[in-house]
Structures are given as structure tokens and as C-alpha cells.
């Protein structure tokens, strides 16, 4: 079965330019996750959905991001416009059920960088 | 505040040697599970254990075993007989009743295992 897909994997923007970054989540799983992590903060959420629909944005920095997610099988994050502080990779993840339990599986990441 | 410690920010190895990464947390909540993920130099973030509260058994997987006790607060992860594939950053996160599916991570601790 393929695991969380993330694109791109890599991604290189000046400041000013819109991002989109995209996942699709493992088939069935029903909540979705967006993290970044940079050296000085580490691995900090800034949104989930479940069943498509966002239940937490506290931790999205600022309105320069957004995040969708249209259907089951495909979400995007999105910054505009970037800035240099934007550089970090981003990881989606997704996770099957409604317990507090069960384990997110992760995409391998996009790496921006923003110059 | 839900919380997670790891205090060892790096920690290197020779081959062979058996090695502790230490996780404390804190959280308010009676219901929380507690995990430990690695990163690889590639990157990816790959699941390796959940345990809940309820649940203080120690547990061993291979070389690999997770030390729980509610009484210091802490998740300690021993690795026995090191090899240098264990070379990573390993994370300990929180997810807990009151705080839907999200996960609060720790600062992670790079463990280096030299030949």
C-alpha cells in the first residue's frame, strides 16, 4: 500500500511567490495533518482536518497560510505570499479513527526554501 | 499545558553499545498515549511505539525497549546492541483526551552510532 505522498519534495521560491504544497493521505484514513519543523521550533502542527473538514488552525502562524482539503484523498497547504522565515519542511500525515491512540503516518516532507 | 522533554540533544555511540534516549511529559489528563518516532537522515518520520496510560508494562521489540513510569513521568526508549543504521533523531510525542488527535512532540534527540 503507498504511505502518505507529499509534493514536491522540494521546493525553491523567492520571497513574495505563492507556495502550494499537496498531499494525498493513505487511502481510508480520515484525519489529516500538516507539521513543519525548522531547527529553532522544532516539530509544531499547524492543522488538522477530519473527514475533510478543519478542526484545528490555532497552530497556523499567520493569514499568509491556508490549507483545503476538497475531497478525501488530496489536501494543500498553502503560503502567500512566502517569506524567507517560511523555510522549513513540511510534513502531512494522516491517521484512521478518532482515538487519541492510534498513530499518524507520515509523508517524507517537502523541503522549502525560500530565498 | 501538555509538554514533552527530551533533554539529550545529542548523544554518540560507538557500535555495539547500549544507549537510554530519555522523554519526560506532562499533561493534566488521566487518558493520554505516549509515542516514539524516527527520523532517519532521509528524513521521513517512521512510527515505532505507542503506549497508553493505563499501561506501565515494559516493552521490548527486538533491540529496541520502552521503559514507561507514571511516577517520574517519563517514556524512556533503550536501544541495546547499536548499530549504525540506529543513527537518527528520535522523537517522543503526547496526544491526550482533551486534546482531539494532535500531537505534541519533543525537541528530539540525535543519536549518532560510530563504527
Known amino acids: 500500500d503507498a504511505g502518505v505522498i507529499q509534493s514536491p519534495r522540494h521546493e525553491v521560491t523567492e520571497m513574495g511567490q505563492e507556495v502550494t504544497l499537496r498531499c494525498k493521505p493513505i487511502?481510508?484514513?480520515?484525519?489529516l495533518f500538516w507539521y513543519r519543523q525548522t531547527m529553532m521550533r522544532g516539530l509544531e502542527l499547524l492543522i488538522y482536518?477530519?473527514?475533510?473538514?478543519?478542526?484545528?488552525d490555532s497552530g497556523m502562524p499567520e493569514d499568509r497560510f491556508s490549507a483545503k482539503m476538497p475531497n478525501a484523498s488530496f489536501s494543500t497547504l498553502k503560503i502567500q505570499p512566502s517569506e524567507p522565515r517560511d523555510s522549513a519542511v513540511y510534513f502531512c500525515?494522516?491517521?484512521?479513527?478518532?482515538?487519541?491512540?492510534?498513530?499518524?503516518?507520515f509523508g517524507p516532507g517537502t523541503r522549502l526554501t525560500v530565498l | 499545558a501538555q509538554k514533552v522533554t527530551q533533554a539529550q540533544t545529542e548523544i554518540s555511540v560507538v557500535e555495539k553499545e547500549d544507549v537510554t534516549l530519555d522523554c519526560v511529559y506532562e499533561?493534566?489528563?488521566?487518558?493520554?498515549?505516549l509515542f516514539w518516532y524516527k527520523q532517519p537522515p532521509s528524513g521521513e518520520l517512521v512510527f515505532l511505539i505507542r503506549r497508553n496510560s493505563f499501561d506501565e508494562q515494559n516493552e521490548i521489540s527486538g533491540r529496541y525497549s520502552w521503559n514507561f513510569q507514571k511516577s517520574t513521568s517519563s517514556f524512556n526508549f533503550t536501544i541495546t546492541a547499536s548499530q549504525v543504521v540506529d543513527s537518527a533523531v528520535y522523537f517522543c510525542a503526547l496526544s491526550w483526551t482533551g486534546g482531539g488527535n494532535k500531537l505534541t512532540f519533543g525537541t528530539g534527540t540525535q543519536l549518532k552510532v560510530e563504527l
Open positions: 487511502s481510508g484514513h480520515d484525519y
Open positions: 500525515a494522516s491517521s484512521r479513527g478518532a482515538g487519541v491512540n492510534n498513530e499518524q503516518f
Open positions: 499533561t493534566r489528563d488521566t487518558t493520554y498515549y
Open positions: 482536518f477530519n473527514n475533510n473538514v478543519p478542526i484545528d
